[in-house]
């Protein structure tokens, strides 16, 4: 495989080499995708955490029962227009 970098990035990854940390550029972008791949990870816990906690206020809503009822597809729209209005 080859990848083309700008100089700044290579320049980048020969200064992590000559630190002595790595042993070639191949290790430093397997380290730097490693680290990518666990960044991803924790944004995605992050995102689920915060969705989890949006779902309990909602369940909490609906048991106090402030709830509301759609009976059609037309009050489900309209809601979903007001909803989008706001944000």
Not at 6 to 21: F, I, Y
Not at 22 to 38: G, I, K, P, Q
Not at 58 to 75: F, T, V, Y
Request: hydrophobic letters at 40%; glycine letters at 6%; aromatic letters at 4%.
């Amino acid at each position: 495989m080859h990848i083309s970098l700008t100089d700044e990035l290579e320049s980048r990854v020969k200064a992590k080499v000559e630190s002595g940390l790595y042993n070639n550029a191949s290790e430093v972008v397997r380290e730097a995708l490693r680290f990518m791949d666990t960044h991803e990870d924790w944004i995605h816990e992050i995102k689920m955490a915060h969705l989890r906690d949006q779902l309990a206020v909602g369940i909490n809503q609906l048991e106090r029962g402030e709830g509301i009822e759609i009976d059609s597809k037309a009050a489900l729209d309209s809601l979903f227009e007001g909803i989008k209005s706001q944000a």
